[in-house]
């Protein structure tokens, strides 16, 4: 079970960057998706998760109009369109793979996780 996430880097505010997140076939292609960030000290967040067909999203509040989810299960793949970047977007951002066929919020719902990239947003 692997999980490689990358696009993490260094932007200044009001940049870009779009994440992506690559699983292995059999982890995921019939399986909710999600990204979740951290920043040292606090605890794991949810950002934004994807129903396996795609058809279902969701988001935090303070990600909404500005981060965009999407798949491409072709690829097996995850993205993370970020716009609008603030520094308290600051943070590690991890994939996860659902425990289902769709996606919650909580850690819990998740079984799968990718490794990390980081997204540092200057002011």
């Known amino acids: 079970v692997q999980l490689q996430a990358y696009g993490g880097g260094l932007v200044q505010t009001g940049g870009s960057l779009r994440l992506s997140c690559t699983a292995s076939r059999r982890t995921a292609s019939n399986n909710g998706m999600g990204w979740f960030r951290q920043v040292p000290g606090k605890e794991r967040e949810f950002v934004a998760s994807?129903?396996?067909?795609?058809?279902?999203?969701d988001y935090a509040d303070n990600v909404r109009d500005r981060f965009t989810i999407s798949r491409d299960n072709a690829k097996n793949t995850v993205y993370l369109q970020m716009n609008s970047l603030k520094p308290e977007d600051t943070a590690v951002y991890y994939c996860?793979?659902?425990?289902?066929?769709?996606?919650?919020?909580?850690?819990?719902?998740?079984?799968?996780w990718g490794q990390g990239t980081l997204v540092t947003v200057s002011s």
């Open positions: 994807i129903s396996w067909r795609g058809d279902m999203t």
């Open positions: 996860a793979v659902s425990r289902s066929s769709y996606s919650g919020r909580g850690l819990q719902s998740y079984q799968y």
